[in-house]
C-alpha cells in the first residue's frame, strides 16, 4: 500500500493506493496552528481498519517551511558572507546578523584572498550578543572550491545548533540565490526538525514500519531525516504534487500543459516530451530567489471563487478573491455561480446564484445563460492568454551554441491536462479558449495527494573536473578527489553517474536502478599561450522525477 | 533583489561551438568565465536586467554593409551572422523601448571588417555595429549616431564604413598604430571629402593607465558627444586595454571600464576584443554591465589588482592632454578644413592597401568621391585581390543620395566593362539594394 499526502493551505488531501488503484481517498481541513493534527487526521482516516505494517510508502507534501517563511515565523539566522570583488554585497544582508568576510576565490576555485580567522571569532561575539543558534556560511563560487565554507564549519560547529554550508545546497552559479537558500535554510530548521520528529512519533505510536519521505518542488522525494540537512527543500512541494498526479492520471510521451484550477489560483505548468519542465534556476518564495529545484510553474490570479464584476462593459475576473460563491452566502458573483445558475452545479443555493448573475448580466443587457456563459469563457480566456504568453517566453530562452541557435526546438502542446475542483466543468470553456484538447483525468480532485503517493527520490549533481589544477569537485555531496592530466569528459561523465547513483541510495532510492540524464555538459580546452594546457570540465546530471504504483501510469510497483 | 536604475538588455552569444583555432584567441574558452562571473553574481536576477536570445542575421542585414567577394556565404560564417545578430536583438530591444540599454556580449568580434570583405582581418569577417546601425537605420528611420570605439585595436574597418558619413561620428581611441596592429588610426584620418572631422582618431602611447583613458574620455570624447548631439551612441566594447591583456600593452582596468561605461552613457554596447580571458574579461564584462544598469561597480576588481598596475608615466599624462588638446581644435575646425581640401575639386581619389592578416591576403584600392554638397557624395572603389583572383568595381550610392550622385553612379555601373571586372557591384542603400553582375 502506497499513501500520499498533500497538505495545502485550506485543505489537506490524502490517498491510499492498493495494488494499483486509488482504494480510499480523504479531504479534511488544514489546522495551520498545528500541522501535524491535519496529518493525522488524514492518515487515521485512511488506514481505518487496515494493518499499518502494509504500508510500503508514505509521501507527504507539507507546508510546514513554506508558511513559516511566508508568515516571518522563522529562526533568527547568523549569515558569514564571503562575496569577494563583485557585485556590492550590502542586499544580501538578509538575516538578524550578517558578517562580511574578506577572502575570496575565484571562477576557476583558486583561492585569491585567504579567509580572515580573526574575523570568525568577532562574529560569534555578535551571533552570542543576539542569541543566534543557527548560522548559514556562503561563498562566492564555493561550489568551485568549498575550502573556506569547511573551513568556517570547522572552527564554528559544535557551538551551534545547525549551520548551512552554501556549496551543499546546490551545484549552480549564483551566489545571491546560495546565500538566501542557505539563510532560508537555517530559519526553517528548527520548525521542520520538531515537524519530522512529530511525524516519526506519530508513525512508531500507529505501528508504520518504513520512515516517511517528504516530496519537493521538483517532483521527487527524499526521506524525512534526510530534508533534517535541507529543510529548504520541502517549500512549494504542493504544485509539484499536482503535476505528479496529473501525469500519473493521464500519462503521455508528448509535449502538453498543465492546468491546475483552484480556489484562487490556476497553476501552469509544461511538459516536454513527457517530462515537466524544471525552473531554470531555482524556484522565487517571496522576495527571495533560490535555488531550489522546482517544476516550472506559474501561478495566475484566476480560479473557481475568483471574484467577477463588470468594468469597462466587460466582465472582469480576479485576481482578488472575496469570500465563497454568492450560492454559499458569499459577498461576490463567482464563476463557481456561473457554474450553478447553469445548474451544472448542484451545490449552494441556485436562485440566489441565478439572482447574481442576472445582475451582473443587466447592464450588459445580457441573459442570465448569456452572461454565466461569457464569465466562463472570460475565465478560460484569462488561462489560456497566460499559457499562450508563458509558452512565448519558453520558447525565446537563450542559447549559447551555434548549433542551438540554428536548430531551435520549440515546445508546441498537443493536449493539456486540467486537475483541480473546478476542471471538469471548465472543460469545454478551456478547449474553446485553448485551442486543444482538455483531458480531466476522473480523480482530478485529488490528483495533487495521487502524484504524491506515486513520487520517488531525486537529486541532482553537479560536477566540475580542472585537469590543470588537477581537481574533481562535486559540491553537492562535498566531494572532491585528485584527478590526472588526462581526466576526460567520458570519465567525469562515469563519476558523476557513480556518484549520483550512491546519493539516490542514501537518500533511500530503492526502485531498481535510477534513470539518470545528463542536463549539461561542456568541456573546454583551456589554452595559455600557445599550449593546451588543462581541461575545463562541467557536468550536471539527474534522475528524472518518476512515477509508479498506478494502473496506467507508469510502471507498477504497488 | 536588487533592482536596476537603468532597465539593461543583455545578449549573450559566448560561441561554445565555435574557434578560428584551437589555440586562436578567437576560441571557445574565450566567455567562459566571464558567464561563470556574471551567472556567479546573479545578475539575471536583478530587476530590471533581461537576456534576450540571439538569432542569426540575415544575408540582407549584411548586404546593407559589405560587398562580401564573391557573396555573404563565402565570407560570414553562421558564429558571425549570430554574432551580428545577437547585436541586432540587442538594438531591437533598446528601439522598442524595452529597454533603456543594452550590452551584445558576443564573439566574434567585427570593428576591422571593411565595406569590401575578401576574408578575415584582425579576428572580423563583417562588421557586427555596422550591421546592427544601418539596421537600425532602415527599421527605425533616419538617426545621428555616434560610434566610441574603445577597442585597444583601431577599428580600421568600422573607420572605413563610414568614413564618408556625417551622420555618423566615429570616435576611436586605442593603442598607437605604430605599436600595434592594424597600425592606421592618427588624426590625419579625419574622414572622407563630405565628412571631414567625422572621424576622430586618438593614438594613445603604449603603457597609457587608467588616468589617460578616463583623461580622453572627459576631455575629448564627451565634449565632441555634445557638439555632435546624437540620437544613439554605441560603444564598441573592446576590453583589450586591460593590464593583463596578452597582445597589448595598456594599462586599464575593469572599474576603469566600468567608469568610462558610467561616463559615455552609451544606449548599445557590443562586445569587441579582449584576450585576457580569466585575469580581464569577467570583471571588465561585469564593471560594464553594471555602469550601463547604473548599478554600484565599487566593488569590481581584479584579485591581482593595485593602483601601481594602472599608473602611468607623467610624460604619457602630458602627451595625451597634448593629443586632446589637438584633436578638441582639428574637429572643431572641421568645416574650415574641409573647405581648404575640397577648394576647386570634384572628386577625390586616394589608393590603398588592405591587408587580410588572418589569411594572408593583399588587396589593393583605388578609391573616387565625388565632391557634394548635397549629399555623402557617390563612391566608388577599384579594388583587387590577386590572392583570390578577384578584381571588383563597386560603386557606392549613399543613404541621402542626391539626384546627381545617384545618375553618376547607375551610370557607373552600367558602363563599368564586364570584361575588365570579374564582379560589378552596386551598394544602393536608399533602396537597401545590393546589384552584383
Ligand atoms: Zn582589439
Ligand atoms: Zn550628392
Not at chain 1, 508568515?71 to 533568527?76: A, I, L
Request: proline share 6%; glycine share 10%.
Amino acid at each position: 500500500m502506497l499513501i500520499g499526502l498533500d497538505m495545502g493551505g485550506t485543505h489537506t488531501d490524502a490517498v491510499l493506493i492498493s495494488g494499483g488503484e486509488v482504494i480510499r481517498h480523504v479531504k479534511v481541513l488544514t489546522d495551520p496552528a498545528d500541522f501535524l493534527a491535519s496529518v493525522r487526521e488524514a492518515l487515521d482516516t485512511l488506514l481505518e481498519g487496515r494493518d499499518p505494517a502494509t504500508v510500503r510508502r508514505i509521501n507527504l507534501s507539507t507546508t510546514v517551511c513554506t508558511n513559516a517563511i511566508v508568515e516571518g515565523k522563522t529562526e533568527p539566522v547568523g549569515l558569514l558572507l564571503e562575496p569577494g570583488p563583485g557585485l556590492n554585497p550590502s542586499f544580501l544582508a538578509c538575516a538578524k546578523v550578517n558578517v562580511f568576510l574578506q577572502g575570496s576565490i575565484d571562477h576557476r576555485g583558486r583561492e585569491t584572498g585567504s579567509l580572515k580567522v580573526g574575523e570568525l571569532e568577532a562574529a560569534k561575539e555578535q551571533f552570542a550578543a543576539a542569541g543566534i543558534r543557527c548560522l548559514a556560511a556562503v561563498g562566492k563560487f564555493s561550489v568551485r572550491n568549498p575550502a573556506h565554507e569547511l573551513e568556517i564549519a570547522k572552527r564554528l560547529e559544535g557551538s551551534y545548533d545547525f549551520i548551512t554550508l552554501g556549496h551543499r545546497l546546490s551545484g549552480r552559479l549564483a551566489f545571491p540565490r546560495r546565500v538566501y537558500t542557505a539563510y532560508l535554510n537555517s530559519s526553517v530548521w528548527r520548525v521542520y526538525s520538531r515537524f519530522a520528529e512529530a511525524v516519526r512519533s506519530y508513525g512508531k505510536s500507529r505501528g508504520l514500519k518504513i520512515e516517511p519521505f517528504i516530496l519537493k518542488a521538483d517532483g521527487g522525494t527524499l526521506t524525512l531525516s534526510g530534508a533534517m540537512n535541507t529543510p529548504v527543500e520541502t517549500i512549494l512541494s504542493g504544485p509539484a504534487a499536482s503535476i505528479m498526479g496529473a501525469l500519473a492520471l493521464a500519462p503521455g510521451e508528448d509535449d502538453c500543459v498543465i492546468l491546475d484550477v483552484g480556489g484562487t489560483t490556476t497553476d501552469i505548468a509544461f511538459c516536454a516530451g513527457g517530462v515537466p519542465l524544471f525552473e531554470p534556476q531555482g524556484i522565487r518564495l517571496g522576495p527571495y530567489p533560490t535555488l531550489v529545484r522546482s517544476f516550472f510553474v506559474h501561478s495566475i490570479g484566476l480560479g473557481g471563487d475568483s471574484s467577477v464584476r463588470i468594468a469597462d462593459r466587460r466582465m472582469a475576473i480576479g485576481p482578488q478573491r472575496q469570500g465563497p460563491p454568492v450560492a454559499l452566502g458569499g459577498p461576490a458573483p463567482t464563476p463557481t455561480d456561473a457554474f450553478i445558475a447553469l445548474g451544472m452545479l448542484p451545490v449552494g443555493d441556485r436562485g440566489l446564484a441565478v439572482e447574481a448573475i442576472e445582475g451582473l448580466g443587466r447592464s450588459l443587457g445580457l441573459s442570465v445563460r448569456a452572461t454565466a456563459h461569457s464569465i466562463l469563457d472570460e475565465l478560460a480566456a484569462g488561462i489560456a492568454g497566460a499559457v499562450g504568453r508563458l509558452l512565448n517566453y519558453l520558447n525565446s530562452r537563450p542559447v549559447y551554441t551555434i548549433r542551438e541557435v540554428l536548430t531551435e526546438r520549440k515546445l508546441e502542446p498537443r493536449r493539456v491536462i486540467a486537475v483541480g475542483a473546478p476542471a471538469p466543468l471548465l472543460k469545454p470553456f478551456l478547449e474553446k479558449a485553448l485551442g486543444l484538447p482538455v483531458e480531466v483525468p476522473s480523480l482530478a480532485g485529488v490528483a495533487n495527494a495521487v502524484g504524491a503517493a506515486l513520487s520517488h527520490p531525486t537529486a541532482t549533481l553537479a560536477v566540475f573536473a580542472d585537469t590543470e589544477r588537477g581537481v574533481l569537485t562535486a559540491p553537492e555531496i562535498g566531494w572532491q578527489e585528485r584527478i590526472g592530466r588526462s581526466f576526460s569528459l567520458d570519465d567525469a561523465r562515469q563519476r558523476a553517474f557513480a556518484l549520483l547513483e550512491r546519493r539516490l541510495r542514501e537518500l533511500g532510492y530503492t526502485e531498481g536502478t535510477p534513470e539518470i540524464e545528463v542536463i549539461e555538459e561542456q568541456s573546454f580546452n583551456m589554452v595559455r599561450g600557445f599550449y593546451t594546457v588543462g581541461r575545463n570540465i562541467r557536468l550536471k546530471v539527474q534522475n528524472r522525477p518518476s512515477l509508479g504504483g498506478l494502473k496506467g501510469g507508469g510502471n507498477c510497483h504497488a | 533583489m536588487l533592482k536596476a536604475p537603468h532597465r539593461l538588455g543583455l545578449v549573450f552569444f559566448p560561441a561554445y561551438d565555435w574557434a578560428i583555432s584551437p589555440t586562436h584567441p578567437e576560441r571557445e574558452e574565450r566567455l567562459l568565465y566571464t558567464q561563470d562571473q556574471v551567472w556567479e553574481e546573479g545578475i539575471l536576477d536583478i530587476d530590471g536586467i533581461t537576456e534576450y536570445r540571439p538569432r542569426p542575421a540575415g544575408i540582407k542585414d549584411v548586404e546593407r554593409v559589405h560587398i562580401c567577394v564573391p557573396d555573404v556565404r563565402s565570407r560570414a560564417g553562421d558564429s558571425d551572422l549570430i554574432a551580428a545578430g545577437g547585436a541586432l536583438v540587442a538594438a531591437d530591444a533598446v528601439l522598442r523601448g524595452e529597454v533603456d540599454r543594452a550590452f551584445a556580449i558576443v564573439r566574434p568580434p567585427g570593428h576591422h571588417a571593411q565595406r569590401i570583405v575578401y576574408g578575415n582581418r584582425g579576428f572580423c569577417n563583417i562588421n557586427i555595429e555596422a550591421i546592427m546601425i544601418e539596421y537600425i537605420r532602415r527599421r527605425y528611420g533616419p538617426k545621428r549616431i555616434a560610434i566610441v570605439d574603445t577597442d585597444c585595436h583601431h577599428g580600421d574597418g568600422t573607420q572605413d564604413i563610414y568614413w564618408h558619413d556625417k551622420d555618423t561620428l566615429y570616435i576611436s581611441i586605442h593603442q598607437d598604430g605604430r605599436t600595434l596592429y592594424p597600425g592606421s588610426g592618427f588624426l590625419p584620418e579625419f574622414g572622407g571629402p563630405n565628412a571631414c572631422g567625422y572621424t576622430l582618431n586618438l593614438p594613445l602611447p603604449p603603457e597609457t593607465g587608467e588616468e589617460g583613458f578616463l583623461y580622453a574620455v572627459e576631455n575629448l570624447i564627451l565634449p565632441v558627444l555634445e557638439d555632435f548631439r546624437p540620437d544613439l551612441i554605441i560603444n564598441s566594447a573592446g576590453q583589450d586595454n586591460h593590464y593583463t591583456d596578452p597582445i597589448t600593452n595598456m594599462r586599464f582596468s575593469a572599474r576603469g571600464y566600468a567608469r568610462l561605461t558610467e561616463l559615455l552613457q552609451p544606449h548599445i554596447a557590443v562586445l569587441e576584443g579582449g584576450y585576457s580571458i580569466e585575469g580581464a574579461l569577467p570583471y571588465v564584462n561585469l564593471g560594464i554591465i553594471l555602469a550601463l544598469a547604473g548599478l554600484d561597480y565599487s566593488w569590481v576588481r581584479e584579485p591581482d589588482y593595485s593602483p601601481a598596475k594602472v599608473a602611468q608615466p607623467r610624460e604619457i599624462t602630458d602627451y595625451i592632454a597634448r593629443l586632446c588638446r589637438e584633436t578638441y581644435a582639428a574637429w572643431r575646425q572641421r568645416h574650415e578644413i574641409r573647405a581648404r581640401s575640397v577648394a576647386g575639386r570634384k572628386e577625390i581619389s586616394r589608393q590603398r592597401r588592405v591587408y587580410y592578416d588572418t589569411e594572408g591576403l593583399l588587396e589593393l584600392q583605388k578609391e573616387t568621391t565625388l565632391v557634394c554638397d548635397d549629399c555623402a557624395g557617390l563612391t566608388w572603389i577599384d579594388s583587387r585581390c590577386a590572392d583570390r583572383g578577384e578584381h571588383i568595381l563597386a560603386v557606392f550610392i549613399p543613404r541621402d543620395a542626391c539626384p546627381r550622385c545617384r545618375q553618376e553612379g547607375e551610370k557607373l555601373f552600367r558602363r563599368a566593362d564586364r570584361r575588365t571586372y570579374t564582379g560589378v557591384y552596386l551598394q544602393d542603400r536608399p533602396e537597401d539594394l545590393l546589384l552584383k553582375e
